[in-house]
């Protein structure tokens, strides 16, 4: 079956950086776009980045825009988010997601156009 496994979250303090990882397994990884989610308390999940299954195009929330890197790595199935320049509002527990369409030709924001989800790792930004 379909496996997503986050790692790399933690507690850090404003201005600092973490890269995120998520291992990917199930199916073939160079086929589906990935996608970066999060969810803070009382909030719904947001979207924050997503990349294509070639590698080549990449989207971003506002608000992460400039600070935040998604990549990924066809030779070790997974996917990469790169944060930079941390506040505290990026706190929450962030996800990544396999797009449910095959070599969609645009990347989706919308939740429901991922149907795999990982179990989720916390990031905690202290001002």
């Known amino acids: 079956q379909v496996q997503l496994i986050e790692s790399g979250g933690g507690l850090v303090q404003a201005g600092d950086s973490l890269r995120l990882s998520c291992a990917f397994s199930?199916?073939?990884?160079?086929?589906?776009?990935m996608g970066w989610f999060r969810q803070a308390p009382g909030k719904e999940r947001e979207f924050v980045a997503a990349?294509?299954?070639?590698?080549?195009?990449?989207t971003y929330a506002d608000s992460v825009k400039g600070r935040f890197t998604i990549s990924r790595d066809g030779a070790k199935n997974t996917v990469y988010l790169q944060m930079n320049s941390l506040k505290p509002e990026d706190t929450a527990v962030y996800y990544c997601?396999?797009?449910?369409?095959?070599?969609?030709?645009?990347?989706?924001?919308?939740?429901?156009?991922?149907?795999?989800w990982g179990q989720g790792t916390q990031v905690t930004v202290s001002s």
């Open positions: 997601a396999s797009d449910r369409t095959r070599r969609r030709l645009w990347l989706s924001p919308s939740i429901v156009e991922y149907n795999y």
């Open positions: 199930g199916r073939s990884f160079s086929d589906y776009g």
């Open positions: 990349v294509s299954w070639s590698g080549g195009v990449t």
